[in-house]
């Protein structure tokens, strides 16, 4: 949002579905899951505010984000790959460092 308008404004667009968005602890960073990008990839992924860009951080069905307190790490729960059912029946937790990914 402009500080002088007091208006927002979209910063991502295209991303089916979205959902769960998470920000870091010190709010330059907004974490999402949802299929975004050119091949729609489904997954979990980073927009950054200072460089106003998104990155990828893993492909898979996410469903919950945590980042950790110093936001220099992300957990996320991903849903076991081999399952074949419609509703997932267990979940993975796995960590990203954040720094690695936009480097």
Known sequence: MDPNEQKPYPVIGG???SSLLVWSPDSKWLA???EYGIFKTQ???LYSVDEDKIFFVDGGD???IAWSPNGK???ATLCDPNNTEVLCEEYEIWEYDVISIYK
């Open 73 to 75: 790490t992300i957990a």
């Open 15 to 17: 991303i089916n579905p």
């Open 43 to 45: 997954g979990l992924w």
């Open 62 to 64: 996410f469903d919950e």
């Open 32 to 34: 999402f899951i949802g």
